[in-house]
């Protein structure tokens, strides 16, 4: 829902759904990845592709730091 109604809010449409939301646009390389973009989460044990989670990155501070925001719940 956090992803839906931010890009709501802009007047843009999105997928209220995570999965189908990471079928909108391009992905992008770890490398390459910006405050804005969005990530999505595969559960360890899923089929591969399965989206479980999403949220939207809000800094880069490195590779193996990358803050973002998300709803923990659909509430």
């Known amino acids: 829902g956090l992803i839906y109604n931010a890009f709501m809010s802009t007047g843009l449409r999105m997928p209220r759904i995570s999965w189908q939301q990471a079928e909108v ?6 490398n390459d990845i910006l405050p ?6 595969v559960p360890e044990n899923a089929t591969a ?3 479980s989670h999403a949220g939207i990155v ?3 501070r490195g590779p193996d730091d990358i803050r973002f925001i998300h ?3 659909s509430r």
């Not at 646009?25 to 770890?30: N, R, S, T, W």
């Not at 804005?36 to 989460?41: A, E, P, R, W, Y």
């Open 71 to 73: 709803a923990s719940t």
């Open 36 to 41: 804005g973009d969005l990530v999505f989460f």
């Open 49 to 51: 592709g399965y989206v």
């Open 58 to 60: 809000t800094d880069v």
């Open 25 to 30: 646009g391009p992905e992008v390389d770890l």
